[in-house]
Structure formats: structure tokens, C-alpha cells
């Protein structure tokens, strides 16, 4: 999943929505400060209200990614789009294109789920814009397993780029796609690619139900 499909439904919980997001923030700021669901458990019920939503929704983050990658469509979407990529790429049979079936399943998944709810992102990034980042950084240098350096400037930055926006269009998703690549070291994709994308598009968004279909949710903070 990606920040949209994680956070969709917490809204209105600014602290259980970064929390979503942190995983996902880690992996671009420092991979080795990884949160893992055993870690964040440990402050769930922690007396810190800030400190318990967020970690509530770190474990959110990590429950929804272990049935979502478990489920029949998602299996098949990414299989069906790491084939497409592979035949864009020729001579590319190695980890790029299964890389790019993967990452495209939840990147669609969110620009589906904006298209279906076109107020989603605004409110998406208010709730998080509505949070100091410095706190945030002191929650997570609380709870991460060594010292993460600048996830406040980069909150700052998620906030101000607004990238979800751009998966919308086939020429802006591109270049996100190459910035991921890039960040993995592996070769950019040409412009022809976009060709694979508006294909890749009308499939997720033909299942995007089923993808999202789900157990309840566990972990939500209640009024």
C-alpha cells in the first residue's frame, strides 16, 4: 500500500496518519531507523496520547501491508504489470520490472482512490500540515531504534511537493517513478513508458475494490 491507501480512513486523526505514513517516510530518509509492528506495539497504550495514536498507526501501517500483499489481486496485478514492464524493457528480465509490477499496483491504488474521493488529498495533506514537525521527529527519535536526523524538514517537504497529486497523470507519475529508481539506483525509464502506465492505470483502477478488500480495522483510534 501506499500513503493514501494506508491513511484513507484516519483522516481525521492527524497522529494515527503520520504514523501510517512513517514507514513509508523512513524508507526515504533513513532506511536503517526501519520501525518494525513488534517495535511500535511496545507504546500503544503508552500514557503519551501523542506517542500511543502514532504508534497505533505505525502498527496500522504494517497489518494493512501483510493482508494486502497476501491477496488475490494484488498477486495478479502486480504479476500482469511486472510482464507489461518486462516487454517495454526489453533485454530488462531482472529485478526492475518485478520491482515496477509491485511499486505500480500501490502508486494506481492511490491515484484510484483520489479520482473516486477528489477531496481526499487535501484532506489528506491538511491533517498532516496541521502537525509540528518537531514533534513528530521527537516521537519517532522515541520510538526508532537510533536517532533519525531531518524527518522534520522532510515532513516539511512531503507537505509542500504534494507528489500523491501527480500520479494522476502519466507524465508526472513517470518522473516520480524515476526519482524511486533513482533513490534504488537502477536505470530510469524512458518517455515511451507512459505507454505501460495509462495500461497499468485502467487495470488497478478496474480492481481497486477488490484490493481494498480488507478485515476490520483493529488498531483505530475510537472518540
Same mark, same amino acid.
Given at each position: ?5 494506508? +491513511?484513507? #480512513? ?6 494515527? !496518519?503520520?504514523?501510517?505514513? @512513517?514507514?513509508?517516510? =523512513?524508507?526515504?530518509? *533513513? ?62 528480465? +531482472?529485478? #526492475? ?6 511499486? !505500480?499496483?500501490?502508486?494506481? @491504488?492511490?491515484?484510484? =482512490?483520489?479520482?473516486? *474521493?477528489?477531496?481526499s488529498l487535501d484532506k489528506y495533506y ?56 533513482? #533513490? ?26 477488490e484490493l481494498l478488500a480488507e478485515p476490520s480495522v483493529a ?5
Amino acid at each position: 500500500m501506499n500513503y493514501l491507501a494506508h +491513511g484513507r #480512513r484516519f483522516l481525521a486523526e492527524p497522529l494515527f !496518519l503520520a504514523g501510517t505514513a @512513517l514507514p513509508d517516510w =523512513l524508507g526515504v530518509v *533513513d532506511r536503517r531507523a526501519r520501525v518494525r509492528a513488534r517495535r511500535a506495539r511496545e507504546f500503544i497504550a503508552d500514557p503519551n496520547e501523542h506517542m500511543a495514536a502514532f504508534a497505533r498507526g505505525i502498527v496500522q501501517h504494517h497489518d494493512d501491508d501483510h493482508w494486502f500483499h497476501t491477496t488475490t489481486a494484488f498477486t495478479d496485478l502486480s504479476w500482469q504489470l511486472t510482464a507489461m514492464c518486462r516487454d517495454a524493457l526489453p533485454g530488462d528480465a +531482472g529485478f #526492475r520490472p518485478s520491482f515496477l509490477g509491485h511499486i !505500480l499496483v500501490e502508486l494506481l @491504488l492511490d491515484s484510484a =482512490l483520489a479520482a473516486a *474521493d477528489p477531496v481526499s488529498l487535501d484532506k489528506y495533506y491538511a491533517a498532516i500540515e496541521s502537525l509540528d514537525p518537531s514533534l513528530l521527529e521527537a516521537i519517532v527519535n522515541r520510538i526508532a531504534p537510533h536517532p533519525v536526523e531531518h524527518l522534520g524538514w522532510f515532513v516539511q517537504r512531503f507537505c509542500r511537493e504534494r507528489f500523491l497529486f501527480d500520479y494522476a497523470e502519466d507524465g508526472k507519475l513517470l518522473f516520480r517513478l524515476n526519482q524511486v529508481l533513482r #533513490r534504488a539506483r537502477l536505470p530510469a525509464l524512458p518517455d515511451s513508458f507512459t505507454a505501460v502506465l495509462e495500461t497499468a492505470r485502467i487495470e488497478v483502477t478496474a480492481r481497486h475494490n477488490e484490493l481494498l478488500a480488507e478485515p476490520s480495522v483493529a488498531c483505530a483510534i475510537t472518540a
